[in-house]
């Protein structure tokens, strides 16, 4: 019998394993993970962060 789980508990795990997949990529070296140059920061500004429901 499958056990029943919440739509948070689902969303949560596979949260959980993307960031493993990313971090298995990084750690084989198929990922890598660098802060943005100057002139990409001026290219790709950050968004404004949107307000939570709730």
């Known amino acids: ?3 029943v789980t919440s739509v948070s508990q689902q969303r949560h795990e596979r949260r959980l394993a993307k960031l493993e997949d990313v971090e298995r990529q990084i ?3 198929s990922l890598v993970v660098r802060q943005m140059t100057a002139a990409e920061r001026a290219k790709y500004p950050p968004r404004p962060r949107s307000q939570r429901r709730g």
């Open 27 to 29: 750690k084989s070296g």
């Open 1 to 3: 019998m499958a056990t």
